[in-house]
């Protein structure tokens, strides 16, 4: 499917493509056309088989990185459109970063950021929609950064109550952190199941060229409730103070992704 279009996408159709299973990209930072793709080879990252290495959960515990979210979202985005060593060339022009930026307004849009004191480092950003997930692209400029925000998103979609986590296409790095590869039609089974739910449904029946509105509330999955368990894992560390018990945030994050009950 080969669509050019060279302004941005209006929310309702963007969000209807997803809840289809197709997403835009663009042949290059400087040109103005989109394109729609579907693959027929699908990666998810299923959240109860992420592979948190033992390096990985030493950076968490350690808290190498702070980490936040929703806090920098136009900053993740160029920064995953900048070149980068081994990527010379991006798919993420102007009109679809326009795009995100309208998606993240509406609350669909979201990015996880590492930093360095106050320096940007790492990070993600994605499509959520209903029970999915869709991610986009990330970035690292220190070691370990962009496996630290995906491991804090994969904690935050699984206390959220989210089931999927699509990565469009497989690569070496997904597949080492537990990404697997489906048909197209097996992914879609599942994408339906994620997305049909009051209002959301329609999104999917109404196609990309339909603009079909995709409700924010209904349906929709709680983004933000790791951020309550955060909060009371502070109060418990501010307890446990006295007896020299520390709780970092990474410790939480660790726990909840080798707790697979």
Known sequence: MNEPSPEPIA???????YASGI???????ETSEIYWVEPQQRAILPLDAFHLSKSLAKALRQGRFRVTTDTAFAEVVRACAAP???REGT???APIEASYAALFARGHAHSVECWDSDTLVGGLYGVSLGHAFFGESMFSRQRDASKVALAWLVARLRVGGF???????QTEHLASLGAQEMKQ?????????AVSTAGVAAAAGGGVGAGAAASPEAGADDWGALDVVLAGARGVAGAAAVSGTAISPGHVIVQLLTNTS
């Open 11 to 17: 929310p309702e159709r963007l969000l209807s493509a």
């Open 91 to 93: 798919w993420i022009n």
């Open 23 to 29: 997403f835009p990209m663009a042949d290059s930072r």
């Open 185 to 193: 039609a097996d992914y879609l089974k599942l994408l339906y199941r």
């Open 84 to 86: 980068s060593d081994g």
């Open 163 to 169: 089931t999927l986590l699509d990565c469009q296409f």
